[in-house]
Nanobody
């Protein structure tokens, strides 16, 4: 299953970015979706997730109130709107397709992964 993530880049602290992730049609609309991030030498960490029907979202404490996850099942795309970016948000961001309709906070809750998009926030 192919997931195509995009939208990363280099921004200054306080700026905004919107990441997008497009999936294959059936996979994208039938499962929960999530975003994770990873920095060199560290484990991949949960950022946000959204249920299949978008009636449930959940965020890591570090991003709650600044990031918003959403999805468009017609376009088979999930988004991550990132506002008030901080230097510590710098990472490679990955989208993933959950094993079920909600997803979870662990990498093991996800079955397919995108290739990652780099987000760099400078001070």
């Amino acid at each position: 299953v192919q997931l195509q993530a995009s939208g990363g880049g280099l921004v200054q602290a306080g700026a905004s970015l919107r990441l997008s992730c497009t999936t294959a049609k059936r996979t994208g609309s039938n499962n929960g979706m999530g975003w994770f991030r990873q920095t060199p030498g560290k484990e991949r960490e949960f950022v946000a997730r959204i249920s299949r029907s978008a009636d449930s979202t959940y965020y890591a404490a570090a991003v709650k109130g600044r990031f918003t996850i959403s999805r468009d099942n017609v376009k088979n795309t999930v988004y991550l709107q990132m506002n008030s970016l901080k230097v510590e948000d710098t990472a490679v961001y990955y989208c993933a397709v959950a094993r079920g309709v909600y997803g979870g906070d662990s990498v093991t809750s996800y079955q397919y992964w995108g290739q990652g998009t780099q987000v760099t926030v400078s001070s």
